[in-house]
């Protein structure tokens, strides 16, 4: 019997590669101006042009990325677990 797997891999907390211990998560907000932030996400796919935004993104699957940071040496990685929507 097959065992059902996802996809998209379940997050779960990295150990640094250097330090062997767990890293603690966070995010890198992307800031557009002084008064909008948001999460910095991974799209999938090869965007084409758009002449109001600059990227055409219509219909791509945005992954969440999650930083993670070692309380020891400081060492970042970064993980795009699941997708949370299309965009557009």
Known sequence: ????RSR???PKT???PDCK????????P?????LVSDRSAWISGIPGDNLLTGLKLTGKLM??????RCGKCGLLREYAFRPTERHG
């Open 21 to 28: 211990v767990d890293m603690e998560p966070g995010i890198i």
């Open 30 to 34: 992307d800031t557009w101006n002084a």
């Open 8 to 10: 998209y891999p379940a």
């Open 1 to 4: 019997m097959k065992t059902a």
């Open 63 to 68: 992954f969440p990325i999650v930083s993670f």
């Open 14 to 16: 990295p150990q640094c």
